[in-house]
Each structure stands twice: as C-alpha cells, then as structure tokens.
C-alpha cells in the first residue's frame, strides 16, 4: 500500500467523468430489460419480440437471451421508425379519411407548417405520459393492454433517439436533460450503479464544480475526431476504438496474440491505418472506409408496417387485454428514489440532509 501513501497517490485529485457510450449501451439494455427479457412480454400480438420476427427472423433467440448493444441500437431504430410511420397512418386516417395510405398522404404534398402541427399532435397522442394513469385505472372492459404498452414503448424509444441524436450532434445540454429521464428508468429496471453514478455526476457538475471546471467537463465529455457536423463521439467510445485496433485487429493472430506482443504493436497502431489508406488510394480501390454501407430496408419496412397496421396497436380497442402489463419505467423510478431519499436522507435530530438531488438538477435545467 505504500504506492497510495500520499493523497497525490491516492488519486484524490482526479475527477472520474462517466462514458457517454456505456450510458447508452446501459439505455438499450434498459429497453432489452422491459420489453424482452420477460417471457410474457413476447407474447402479445404488438410485442416488441414480434417486431424483430420480422426484422432478424433467425435471431429471435439471441434477442431473447443476451443481443448485445449493436442489435439493440439497430431494433429500436428500426421498430421505432415503423411504429412511428403507424402513428402517422391512425392520424391522416383520423383527419383525412380520403387518405387511404400514407403514400396517398404524400403525394398532397402538405405544407411543413401543417407537417409541424400534426407532429405535435402525434407527439401528445400516441406517447405515454401523466394520462396513462388514468387509462390504467379504469375498469378492464374499458381498457385496451397492447396501446397502453405501444404508448410506453414509442416513448422509452424517443428517449433513446433523442439521447443518440444529441451525443451525436454535440449537444451536451440536451443530453443531461436525457440523463435525467434515463435515471428514473435505470432506477426503476435494476440498474441501481447507473442510477447514482449519474445522480452524482449531474448534481457535481451543477452544483459542486467551479465554472472553470464545469466549462471543461461539458465542453470534454464529446469529442469529434473526424471534424464532420453530426460525428460527435463520446470519450470512451474512441478508447474502445482504439482497444479494438490494439487487442483485436493489430494484436496478433493464435499464440502471436499475447499481453507483450500487444504492448510492443501499440504505438503503431496509428502507422499502420496510414500505410493501409495509402496502399487502398495508390490501387485506386473504392471501400476506403470499414464503415457498413447503408442498407435498403424498404422491403422489410414494408412488411413490419403492414404487421403493425393489421395489429392497430396505435388504435385502442376496449377489452384487448395484455399478456403482460409494461410498467411505467418514470412513475417506479421517481418512487424508489423518493423511497431511497426518505430511509437514507435523515441525519440526527430528523433533519434532512441538505445536499443537492435529482429534482434540484431537474429544476437547474429547466424541466
């Protein structure tokens, strides 16, 4: 212990920042955790699990087991924008009943103005928010189970999109106004680490951190290594970039692949990307990038969408009943924080302690 025997040392001067990345790795799994891990939650007609029948048909027993981060973010990107197509389709059909299709809707050519104003609408109507519970209290005949999880699940999905399009724009603000909504969630599925370790950062950073050091974490946290406007990355993604061209593709193949042998490659890691874009450049090759190219996902959209709109889940229908009943992820959370608040917040002489919380940093930022 005698290396930790000075604070210097100790590392006491340093100021841990989390991952952006893992914060949205720890997003999807939250959304895995809701919508898939349970059994019964497979089962209804409008179930997420039957959107990936549609879209990875052979891989309906990994996403029921451990998908991973990649088939999460491609899952609710996908199902997110076909259900959110649907949304569109139960509102013209509301408006405009001449509309038969949204390709009918299309060709009106409406203008953006009018687009706008039945976004907002969509937006109200077809998300869970303070209305659900009231829905929830009513009597099971006058219920319909499968909208009230599809309003759930097109909101836990917005979330998730608002909070990948901010980390990619660079739009910090706008991602600690996220964070705070993925606490209640990360609060309310389990995963209790997430939940405080953000807690913390927000509450230091609003009101613990000087304005010196409160510019230069905000201003860190995303970084943009190529300089292309949307290309925002957080910090750890780019070291576990740099892991994988260390460990995996510059680490050595069988036993070559050893702990010395990946010390000594790693300072050319960075020499050895050069040399291969100037052998693709001088051969004139075409794929000088490792980045996947844009797949056409029109047939298969095509197909979800028609699942979906045979199913309505966007069109209540009094007395469908749920398998499963999805829990609202913000009302459980904001429960277990008060509760946690309420057992841990009392000091002697039953006076709380005064410290900064979760509704002060909700208040700091405007919401």
């Not at 959110?84 to 139960?90: G, H, I, K, P, T």
């Not at 299709?101 to 303070?130: G, W």
């Not at 209640?184 to 807690?199: D, E, P, R």
């Not at 001088?282 to 844009?294: D, M, R, V, Y």
Request: net charge neutral.
């Amino acid at each position: 212990r005698a290396i930790e025997s000075t604070p210097w040392y100790c590392l006491q001067h340093v100021i841990f920042i989390p991952g952006l990345f893992h914060l949205k790795m720890a997003s999807a799994d939250a959304i895995w955790r809701t919508f898939l891990q349970h059994s019964l939650a497979r089962v209804d007609e409008n179930a997420l699990m039957r959107d990936v029948g549609i879209l990875q048909p052979k891989e309906t027993g990994i996403y029921g087991s451990k998908p991973g981060f990649r088939r999460m973010h491609q899952l609710i990107t996908y199902s997110g924008i076909c259900r959110r197509l649907d949304c569109w389709r139960v509102e013209v059909k509301k408006g405009v009943p001449s509309h038969v299709d949204l390709d009918a809707f299309t060709a009106s050519e409406l203008l953006f103005d009018d687009l706008l104003a039945m976004a907002d609408v969509i937006a109200k109507a077809y998300v869970a928010d303070h209305r659900l519970r009231r829905m929830r209290s009513k009597n099971v005949t006058q219920r319909d189970g499968e909208y009230e999880n599809a309003l759930l699940l097109n909101k836990y999905m917005l979330l998730y999109e608002e909070l990948s399009f901010a980390m990619n724009m660079g739009d910090i603000g706008r991602v600690e106004t996220c964070i705070v909504a993925w606490i209640l969630i990360f609060k309310a599925t389990g995963k209790h680490k997430y939940a405080t370790h953000m807690s913390d950062f927000l509450c230091n950073v609003h009101f613990v951190y000087s304005d010196g050091l409160w510019r230069a974490v905000r201003y860190h946290i995303l970084v943009n290594p190529s300089g292309k406007a949307g290309s925002f990355r957080a910090v750890d993604w780019c070291m576990e970039l740099n892991n994988l061209y260390t460990k995996v593709i510059h680490g050595g193949k069988g036993p070559n692949q050893t702990v010395d042998r990946i010390i000594l490659e790693s300072p050319l890691v960075q020499v050895y990307r050069n040399l291969q874009r100037v052998f693709e450049e001088n051969f004139l090759h075409s794929h000088l990038t490792t980045q996947h190219a844009i797949v056409d996902m029109t047939q298969t959209f095509n197909k979800l969408c028609r699942y979906i709109e045979q199913h309505s889940p966007h069109e209540p229908v009094l007395g469908r009943k749920s398998k499963h009943s999805i829990p609202d992820l913000y009302s459980k959370g904001q429960e277990l924080i008060d509760k946690g608040c309420s057992d841990a917040g009392i000091e002697e002489g039953g006076a709380l302690e005064e410290h900064p919380t979760l509704e002060d940093v909700a208040v700091e930022l405007g919401l």
